[in-house]
């Protein structure tokens, strides 16, 4: 006993010492990895500041001008917002339609490449490589470059929009889907296989019930993110709320109370189904 | 033996589990059934039919075909006179004096022969143009006066030649050419980016990965002033028709947007997340009015934020970042004061008992629970920003997003396009692995005790 304590009173010196140095090592390099980060975000703001159009100084202080703008503007035809809103209601419904069915395409596409690149669930095994890249291509496009190609062969409208969403829900909803799928319990699934059912009842019957709450769940969110996009694919040249924001932007002053009658039916929707999806959300991943 | 109805119990539970069965079975019919008529909704909704009759199927096949192929367009100026060869029609990929490509044989002053692929070729004579296609003769089309004449070996008009009275154009296998009083032109595809590396007009152009990689370790200059290496170098990244170096410029600029919007919103919104959490403010006030901020913020979304924001700034990758700056601040406020709200309250009090201050408690009690949640988010975000800063950029007009809408506007680039698209998705997988890279690195340091 003695003779341990001892060793150690003679050890802990040298444990301070290094003990010491390490912290001040650490020390050191968070200091520098501050610095370089603190470095990284003045120069690379000063690199954004001087590569546009209007320097940040210059645009602070009119950051309020347009806004007030719309404001008095639509303050001033405060009577013609509602029925202005009715007007745009379709474009709405449109910008919503295409959410709900990019993220309904997708989320089915994403069930189908999941399960085909999960280990142990896969119906080709050798094969999931091969799915797993295409869901990362798909997750890696952004939608502006499939919805802008598709509307120079479709024209516009809210179909390119949809397949532009919806391709990429596939990639990002397949990668989460497979995450899910590798917690499923493979138990039901071998009870399944051992009566002799094919992949697709071995899937249906012993992966979905098991895995569909959590599935649910992230392609809610998902429906979410891409109420917001398909909102601003509009802007770029599809159809919905966002099409009908460009116009009535792009007729400049004496327009705004259009601007303003859009901008609040896109936040009280975006706020409406944010709501909606985390209360589901919350629901879902709670039950099971 | 009891039968099962007789305990009153039991027959209750037996109730409930038929009736959960059947309300799951009334589920699974029902999902599809909803999910059928939805889309049926839609058909009709979206007009699909009026989008099949609109469908230009034409511009796709020109899309697919330009994405990998280039033209080479052979003009005889009619009002002019003279012959030019020119890569895309571009004035920058105009062949110089006495240098044609190998498919072109100049016979004269304003004659050329050009072989096109498929066994067709076509000859320039002046402003008459004579088409030969194998199996069927010569098409010659020629300008007289003010007309066009048009002359078929059996005198009809097949469906591939479209002849009006100023312009007659023929879509051969091989190629096309139109005859129009302006001009006399041949076009020829062929495979592969033409001019990817040099223009016609470096010294490099036309040279083999050998070559070029010995010209670069002689010590013979091709220009006079520079080294090889940097003559190389320089004419890569000068190139005119490919703008590698916008184009890189525009890569960064996209990248930038993401990094500074993320990072910014990230360094907004702690502080302010300390505001929002129920465990760090007991001002209830105080605690409402930050998390209504957070919410309008996030429910404005970026759309709106982007052109409110390029009112005021203009154009440039500094409003795409603050756009995404204004937006995450309220994602990550939300999401960090959540994380704040679940901080076990034991190493606070660890610290506290050593008689440190409010800062250091937060230093070294909160801070190193909340960073893996914090760091996990933010570079989540960083990937996923990549992509929105592409979006942005369309809009407010800056980096890669507004190359790609500018290029996709003016509907015959479709070769940049493909090579905008190509570089956009490196982009993003680049950001996403190294996002990834990062977090597995940063968070797995964290846990070994930092």
Redo the contacts between chains.
């Keep these: 006993m003695t003779e341990t304590a001892l060793g150690h009173d003679a050890e802990s010196p040298k444990l301070r010492e290094a003990y010491t140095a390490m912290t001040r090592t650490?020390q050191m390099y968070g200091g520098i990895v501050l610095i370089v980060?603190v470095a990284?975000?003045t120069s690379?703001?000063m690199?954004?500041?001087s590569?546009?159009?209007?320097?940040?100084w210059g645009?602070?202080l009119?950051?309020f001008?347009?806004?007030g703008e719309v404001v008095s503007e639509a303050a001033e035809k405060v009577a013609l917002l509602p029925a202005l809103m009715v007007k745009f209601f379709p474009s709405l419904i449109?910008t919503v339609?295409i959410a709900?069915?990019s993220t309904?395409v997708g989320a089915l596409a994403a069930i189908v490449l999941s399960l085909l690149s999960t280990r142990g669930l896969a119906r080709f095994p050798r094969l999931i490589p091969l799915f797993r890249r295409l869901m990362?291509?798909s997750?890696?496009?952004?939608?502006?470059?499939v919805a802008?190609?598709l509307i120079?062969?479709?024209?516009g409208?809210?179909?390119p929009a949809?397949i532009a969403i919806a391709f990429?829900t596939t990639g990002a909803l397949g990668k989460l889907f497979s995450e899910v799928n590798e917690n499923a319990s493979l138990k039901p699934i071998e009870g399944l296989a051992s009566v002799g059912a094919s992949w697709t009842q071995r899937m249906l019957l012993g992966v979905v019930p098991q895995v569909a709450p959590n599935w649910l769940s992230y392609a809610l969110l998902r429906f979410e993110i891409n109420i917001?996009a398909s909102?601003?694919?509009g802007?770029?040249g599809s159809g919905g709320i966002?099409y009908d924001?460009k116009n009535a932007?792009s007729w400049g002053q004496g327009r705004y109370d259009e601007v303003a009658a859009i901008?609040i039916l896109?936040?009280l929707t975006?706020?409406f189904f944010?709501q909606l999806s985390s209360h589901y959300r919350n629901k879902l991943v709670g039950k099971s | 033996m009891t039968a099962i109805a007789d305990i009153p119990a039991l027959s209750r539970q037996k109730d409930a589990a038929t009736a959960l069965l059947a309300r799951k079975r009334l589920v699974a019919f029902a999902a599809p059934v909803v999910?059928l008529a939805?889309?049926v909704y839609?058909f009709f909704?979206?007009?699909?039919p009026d989008?099949l009759e609109?469908?230009?199927?034409d511009?796709?096949a020109v899309?697919v075909a330009d994405s990998y192929s280039h033209k080479t367009h052979i003009t005889h100026d009619n009002r002019t006179g003279g012959l030019s060869i020119a890569i895309e029609g571009e004035n920058k990929g105009t062949y110089p004096e006495g240098m044609t490509p190998d498919f072109v044989t100049l016979t004269g002053e304003s004659t050329a022969r050009v072989v096109l692929t498929a066994g067709e070729n076509a000859e320039i004579d002046g402003p008459t143009l004579r088409y030969t296609v194998p199996g069927y003769g010569t098409v010659t089309a020629t300008v007289e006066g003010r007309e066009i004449l048009l002359e078929t070996p059996d005198g009809a008009v097949p469906d591939w030649i479209s002849a009006g009275s100023s312009r007659v154009t023929i879509s051969g296998k091989g190629g096309r050419a139109s005859v129009t009083r302006a001009r006399t032109e041949v076009f020829r595809y062929s495979f592969g980016w033409e001019l990817f590396w040099f223009t016609l007009d470096s010294p490099f152009y036309g040279k083999l990965p050998t070559e070029l990689l010995r010209l670069a370790l002689s010590g013979d200059r091709v220009v006079a002033d520079k080294s090889n290496l940097a003559a190389i170098v320089h004419d890569v990244w000068n190139n005119a028709m490919w703008r590698h170096k916008d184009v890189l410029w525009a890569i960064f600029?996209t990248v930038?947007?993401a990094?500074?919007g993320t990072?910014?919103a990230a360094i907004v919104a702690l502080p302010l997340a300390f505001l929002a959490a129920r465990n760090f403010t007991p001002v209830a006030a105080a605690r409402f009015g930050v998390r209504r901020l957070f919410?309008f913020v996030?429910?404005?979304?970026?759309?709106?934020w982007t052109?409110?924001?390029s009112?005021?700034?203009?154009?440039?990758?500094?409003?795409g970042?603050l756009a995404i700056l204004l937006t995450d601040t309220g994602s990550f406020g939300k999401m960090f004061s959540e994380a704040l709200e679940n901080v076990d309250n034991k190493q606070i009090e660890g610290i506290a008992s050593t008689g440190a201050k409010p800062l250091q408690r937060y230093r070294f009690g909160v801070i190193p629970q909340i960073t893996p949640v914090l760091l996990s988010q933010v570079l989540y975000y960083l990937e996923s920003n990549t992509?929105?800063a592409?979006?942005i950029g369309?809009?407010t007009?800056?980096g890669i997003?507004l190359l790609?809408?500018q290029a996709?506007i003016t509907?015959k680039d479709w070769e940049e396009?493909a090579y905008y698209?190509i570089l956009?998705?490196a982009m993003?997988?680049v950001m996403?692995w190294f996002s990834g890279w990062l977090r597995r690195r940063l968070i797995a340091g964290d846990e070994s005790g930092?």
Excluded: C, K, W
């Excluded at chain 1, 590569?51 to 940040?56: K, Q, V």
């Excluded at chain 2, 909704?45 to 699909?48: R, S």
């Excluded at chain 2, 996030?298 to 709106?304: A, E, F, H, M």
């Design positions: 650490r980060f990284m975000m690379g703001f690199l954004a500041d590569r546009n159009a209007g320097g940040f645009g602070i009119n950051i001008i347009f806004p449109e339609n709900a069915a309904l990362d291509i997750r890696a496009v952004p939608e502006i470059v802008l190609v120079f062969v479709l024209g409208g809210p179909v949809m990429h917001r909102a601003i694919l802007f770029v966002g924001l932007f901008f896109l936040f975006i706020v944010d | 999910i939805y889309f839609l909704a979206f007009d699909i989008l609109r469908a230009r199927m511009n796709a899309l600029e930038l947007m990094f500074l990072m910014g919410d996030r429910g404005v979304d970026g759309l709106i052109i409110i924001l009112r005021a700034f203009g154009p440039g990758p500094l409003t970042s992509r929105s592409t979006i369309a809009i007009g800056g997003g790609l809408t996709i509907q396009v698209i956009i998705i993003v997988m996403d930092r």
